[in-house]
């Protein structure tokens, strides 16, 4: 059974900093690509803050780029997210997805953790 397990949320003060981890386990043949969304407790949907493929590309919300960068390590499954000087809009859930195949020619699945909360202080 795949799982992924997010770390690393909690109280910051602004322009503060946190890492977050996710890391994925299970019986995973490849990750197409990691990614960190979240969602303020007052809106429906979920924003895509950032992305990493499977060659390392990244792509990042406009509202975090400069500030925020997600990095992987390949060996350990893992995703990390650097957030730097946190503003208190960047208060939310963020929620690790992963983009996974299970087997060699499958389909990819997406899969998410179960979140962990930021809350940035002004």
């Known amino acids: 059974q795949v799982q992924l397990v997010e770390s690393g949320g909690g109280l910051v003060q602004f322009g503060g900093s946190l890492r977050l981890s996710c890391v994925a386990s299970?019986?995973?043949?490849?990750?197409?690509?990691m990614n960190w969304y979240r969602q303020d407790p007052g809106k429906f949907q979920r924003e895509l803050v950032a992305?990493?493929?499977?060659?390392?590309?990244?792509n990042y919300a406009d509202s975090v780029k400069g500030r925020f960068t997600i990095s992987r390590d390949n060996a350990k499954n893992t995703v990390y997210l650097q957030m730097n000087n946190l503003k208190p809009e960047d208060t939310a859930v963020y929620y690790c997805?992963?983009?996974?195949?299970?087997?060699?020619?499958?389909?990819?699945?997406?899969?998410w953790g179960q979140g962990t909360q930021v809350t940035v202080s002004s």
């Open positions: 997805n992963g983009e996974l195949q299970l087997r060699i020619g499958g389909p990819t699945f997406s899969y």
């Open positions: 299970g019986s995973i043949f490849n990750i197409v690509a």
């Open positions: 992305r990493i493929d499977s060659g390392s590309k990244t």
